[in-house]
Each structure stands twice: as structure tokens, then as C-alpha cells.
């Protein structure tokens, strides 16, 4: 039995937006989804029974930094991460890879893999395709991510086309060493902001053949343009009996644009990161809880939203724990905007099922426009 099955439920007829059910062994999960990033086995500021309230089906942890603290081998023999954190839906584990290549002058590519100095402590360490997937096979998510070269921005054409070259090899490496038979693997398509690399990548990775397929390297300083033309590069290529999932990009206009190219699957850290530092999302933008207009606005933050934080907070109350520096302000600040991420793909899905997403595509951004 496959560790995955994906199921394509419903195709927008104006564009190619598309709805799905991704069965794994900890559930279901309706696409298209967003998922909450838990970097360290946690959703900074949020318990993982708050994390279902909001509406979480899938969250991803990283595999960078579970590696370094408190350890694979350490979650491996407390049962898992899903025991260890207390989470008992669907999970995925990056491949580790986007973190050891951001570490700059600290690390060294080869072949064989990448050696790196921990971000913690300065110490040496290792990690190949096959490292990679050991950590993430003793983590045990439901979805595991081939360990890929994300190649820097801008960088020349002819490091690119080397580099994404590597990510096949690495890929295919990645898969000789899976053997978890509950757990599926996906590839990874690099090629920078090249067009043509990027569909060469594409074709390579499915030639290998995959549980799924993402797309790295996008969100990593890229004009918008550039960014949603990679999206529409490899949508026509990807296989439609598998998920696409689109790493790293967190802008509510950049997961809009990503469903309606045919993606179902996105992760970042903006809506946590940007609550602790009192960013936040609402239906007609983002408005900064720090500002002196919301001292005695006795509002929500977002009249149009219904989460917890909205029904009974104010904006002059969030803004004061802000400014005091109080804990509740990150956690309320994290309830609402994931919240907004997780209602934002539920009413994609709602859209994509009554063959309307064109015109709530429109209308999302009428309200910004109105604001």
C-alpha cells in the first residue's frame, strides 16, 4: 500500500486551480492547504490542540534543526515526533537542505554531500542525501523531502544548471536509501529563475518518479513576476495524479497566485514570525498593531474575520500587550493570523468547488485595492 494517496476532486474551469484529498497514515488532509511551520517541534506561541482549532490538517517541522537539538536518534527512540510533540496528524519534515545552504561561509558543498559548522555551537557535521532521509525517517512525519542544493539569488545561469544537476543526483540518491514504507518521499525541483532549467529540472525529478513534487528555491528575493512565472513553468509539467507543493512562500498574494497555477501544498513561517512582531493579516491587507491610530480602537483586527482573537480582542488591547512586551501578545497575534492563512485556503477550496476561484481570485484583490 502507497503511504500516500492523492485523489484530484475538483479542476476550476477558468483556470488551473484544482481541489484534492491527500490521505496519509496520520489522516486526511483537503488541498489546497497551507501548513504551519513548527521549526523546532513546535508552532512558536501555539499548543497543538490551538493549532486544530485554527484549522491546521498538516505541519511541518524542520529537519536542520532537530538534527542538531535535541536530536533523530533522541525523537527516534521517544516513539517519533508525532509522540514526542503531541500531534497526531499529518506531519512533513523538510530535507534540511534550505538551512545548511543559508548558512553561508559555514558550510562546503561536494558531491558527497554538504559538511557544515552548527549554528548552535560552531561544531563540524555532515549530511548527505542519505543522512538526510535516515533523520527523517527516526522523525517519522508522513511526508519526507529529498535533500536538494537550493542554489543562491541571483547566482550565474551556469552555476544553476550545475547545481540542479547535483539536486538530481542527489535525488536519486534520496530515493535509492527510503525505506520507510509509511512514509512518502517527495522530489524537489531547483533551476533557479531560469525557465528553461526550471522545466528541465521538473522533467528530471519526474523521470525518477515521486510520492510528490515541490518546487524550492522560490521566496528567496525574486521579483513577484519572476516568482509566479516559475509557478506557471511547471505547472503544465507536473504530474495531475500527484501533489504540488511550493516551499517556502508565505504572502497571502503569492499562495492566491500558486493555487490558481494549479499548486496545492504551501509552508512558511510568515504568519508566526510576523505576529511576534506585530504584523498582522486581514482581509483588506496587513496593518501593524503598533501603530499609535489602534491606541483606542476598540475594533477587531479584522471585521471580517470570525477566529477566537477577532471575537473578543480589541486592537487597542492587542496593541497594549504589544507594546508591554507580553507574552498572550505573541500567542493572540499567532492565533489569528494562521487563523487567516488556514480560512484564506478554505475559502480557495470553497471557490475552486463551485468552479469560482477566477472571481475570488478578483475579488481578493478588490479588497486590498478598496483598503
Not at 497514515?25 to 511551520?37: E, L, Q, R, W, Y
Not at 531547483?190 to 518546487?215: C, T
Not at 510568515?270 to 486581514?282: I, K, V
Amino acid at each position: 500500500m502507497a503511504a500516500i494517496t492523492f485523489e484530484l476532486i475538483k479542476k476550476d474551469p477558468g483556470c488551473a486551480a484544482r481541489s484534492g484529498s491527500l490521505t496519509t497514515t496520520h489522516g486526511k488532509i483537503d488541498t489546497p492547504i497551507f501548513m504551519p511551520v513548527g521549526t523546532q517541534a513546535t508552532v512558536k506561541a501555539m499548543t497543538p490542540e490551538e493549532l486544530v482549532e485554527v484549522g491546521s490538517q498538516i505541519i511541518l517541522a524542520n529537519t536542520y534543526h532537530l538534527y542538531l537539538r535535541p536530536g533523530h536518534d533522541l525523537i527516534g527512540r521517544l516513539g517519533g515526533l508525532h509522540r514526542f510533540m503531541h500531534w497526531d496528524r499529518p506531519m512533513l519534515t523538510d530535507s534540511g537542505g534550505f538551512q545548511v545552504f543559508s548558512l553561508g561561509e559555514l558550510r562546503k558543498i561536494s558531491e558527497e554531500g554538504v559538511k557544515f559548522r552548527s549554528h548552535i555551537d560552531g561544531s563540524p557535521h555532515f549530511i548527505s542525501p542519505e543522512v538526510s532521509i535516515a533523520i527523517q525517517e527516526a522523525l517519522g512525519a508522513d511526508i519526507a523531502m529529498c535533500f536538494d542544493e537550493c542554489p543562491p539569488y541571483p547566482a550565474e545561469r551556469s552555476y544553476v544548471k550545475k547545481s540542479l544537476e547535483l539536486t538530481t543526483r542527489w535525488a536519486r540518491r534520496c530515493k535509492e536509501a527510503h525505506t520507510r514504507p509509511d512514509q512518502a518521499l517527495f522530489g524537489i525541483v531547483q533551476g533557479g529563475m531560469h525557465p528553461d532549467l526550471r522545466r528541465e529540472s521538473a522533467q528530471q525529478i519526474i523521470d525518477i518518479g515521486f510520492d510528490g513534487y515541490a518546487l524550492g528555491g522560490l521566496s528567496v528575493g525574486e521579483e513577484k513576476e519572476v516568482m509566479h512565472g516559475m509557478m506557471q513553468e511547471c505547472s503544465d509539467i507536473l504530474p495531475e495524479d500527484a501533489p504540488r507543493y511550493i516551499m517556502g512562500i508565505g504572502a497571502p498574494e503569492d499562495l492566491v497566485e500558486a493555487v490558481y497555477n494549479g499548486f496545492d501544498m504551501f509552508d512558511c513561517v510568515m504568519p508566526t514570525r510576523n505576529a511576534r512582531n506585530g504584523a498582522l493579516f486581514t482581509s483588506f491587507g496587513r496593518i501593524n498593531i503598533k501603530a499609535a491610530i489602534y491606541a483606542e480602537d476598540q475594533g477587531p483586527i479584522d471585521p471580517a474575520c470570525d477566529c477566537y482573537v477577532c471575537r473578543n480582542y480589541s486592537r487597542a488591547y492587542l496593541r497594549h500587550l504589544y507594546r508591554s512586551q507580553e507574552i498572550l501578545a505573541s500567542r493572540l497575534n499567532s492565533w489569528h493570523n494562521l487563523h487567516f492563512f488556514l480560512n484564506l485556503m478554505k475559502q480557495a477550496r470553497e471557490a475552486i468547488a463551485k468552479g469560482e476561484f477566477v472571481r475570488f481570485r478578483r475579488e481578493f484583490y478588490a479588497a486590498r485595492t478598496a483598503a
